[in-house]
């Protein structure tokens, strides 16, 4: 499986970040070897507008099964969903944590986005 | 001639302002409401609708059969409006700022634009005022093409006073770009005279003349008269703070009904704005 995570660190120590659509960048994490990649994303942070959707599509083009983040909007989750990237929300973790949490199926999938957008 | 009655700073009397500009003039005269957020300068007008009609945005529309799943037209779009998830493509009406890109773009000609209601104009008459409203629909972030559309509604040869919409981004923009002259309203207050200074620097910026009007003046020489006359902005109106308007205000009523020593220099203001042209 492969997972993308927001942070702005570059190692699994670091922690997961906050936002999903203005992250600094993703952490692309394979499970089955341990390995993991960056996906710069700082070019979403000064967008006007549609930051969710970009990242979205984004990690969706990276063909991730998961994305593990801190909070996700309505617009990011609708392009995850329709690209059928399952969404993990947690707080105040490490990447290393969160996957871990993961494997034990202690963080289950959102069903929707778990906060309201702020674009306007 | 389209005067903009505009601020920087949201409630500082555009809409009381432009209500008594119409109201005091003598003969025809076009009101239109720009603040479409906000429509509200009817309550002081009282007029008679006649009509209602939708306003539209072109928004896309993709045809699954045509598209490829090459992504060109989430490429483009450079408000995240629409995005493709190889031939799952999405699109975010609320974003689209019609543009028509990505209907251009499409190599298969997959996109088509198709109009979409996001607000309406009132179209109304009160003696010798012409009543133009625009109003944004519920839930709509897009104010400009709203704006335009009212704006259309403006007489080529007579008077519109138009009331605009608070603040100093894209709505601002619209409304007062379109216009001839603008006034700009403000309180004589540190947060009035702040926000009079980024309308004033984006004003500049569009190379619309345009005058001041101070609102709720306890003394004539305050903060805005002195920024005024260190600028050389012409002031044209200064309107006494006064319990008496906000009674007529909280009735519904302009502030013509209980200041009508204001009239002769309401009725001044287009002149003296047609000469700053």
């Known amino acids: 499986m492969k997972i993308a995570v927001s942070t702005s660190g570059n190692d699994l120590s670091a922690p997961v970040d906050t936002r999903f659509g203005r992250a600094p960048q993703f952490l692309i994490y394979h499970t089955e070897t341990g390995a993991f990649s960056l996906k710069d994303n700082r070019q979403r942070l000064d967008a006007a507008q549609g930051a969710g959707i970009q990242s979205a599509t984004c990690v969706a083009e990276a063909q991730v099964d998961a994305v593990i983040t801190g909070n996700c909007g309505p617009k990011a989750y609708a392009v995850l969903d329709a690209a059928n990237v399952k969404v993990y929300t947690c707080s105040g973790v490490t990447i290393s944590e969160a996957v871990d949490l993961l494997r034990k199926g202690k963080l289950s999938p959102a069903e929707e986005a778990n906060v309201e957008g702020h674009w306007v | ?277």
Do not use: W
């Open chain 2, 1 to 277: 001639m389209k005067i903009a009655v505009a601020s920087g700073k949201g409630g500082t009397g555009k809409t009381t302002i432009s209500c008594a500009l119409a109201n005091a003039a003598q003969g025809e005269v076009t009101l239109l409401d720009c603040d479409v957020e906000e429509p509200n300068s009817r309550f002081f007008i009282h007029p008679v609708i006649e009509e209602e009609r939708p306003t539209y945005n072109l928004v896309p529309t993709v045809d699954p059969e045509k598209c490829t799943g090459c992504g060109e037209c989430g490429r483009v779009c450079q408000f995240s409006a629409i995005t493709s998830l190889g031939k799952v493509v999405m699109v975010f009406n609320e974003l689209c700022h019609s543009c028509g890109a990505c209907a251009r773009i499409c190599p298969a000609g997959a996109i088509e634009e198709t109009p979409r209601a996001t607000g309406s104009i009132l179209s109304g008459r009160s003696g010798n005022i012409r009543f133009i409203s625009g109003c944004l629909n519920v839930g709509e972030a897009m104010a400009p093409p709203v704006i335009r559309e009212t704006l259309k509604q403006a007489t080529e040869s007579g008077l519109n006073i138009v009331d605009c919409p608070p603040g100093t981004s894209c709505p601002y923009v619209t409304a007062v770009k379109a216009c001839d002259a603008a006034l700009l309203v403000t309180e004589p207050t540190p947060f009035g005279l702040h926000d009079l200074k980024l309308a004033v620097e984006t004003i500049r910026e569009l190379g619309v003349p345009f005058g001041v009007a101070v609102n709720r003046v306890t003394d004539e020489h305050n903060v805005i008269s002195a920024y005024c006359c260190g600028e050389g902005i012409p002031l044209l109106l200064q309107v006494p703070e006064s319990r008496r308007v906000a009674e007529a205000y909280s009735r519904g009523e302009p502030i013509n009904t209980v200041m009508p020593e204001l009239n002769e220099a309401l009725r001044a203001i287009p002149g003296k704005l047609e000469a700053l042209i």
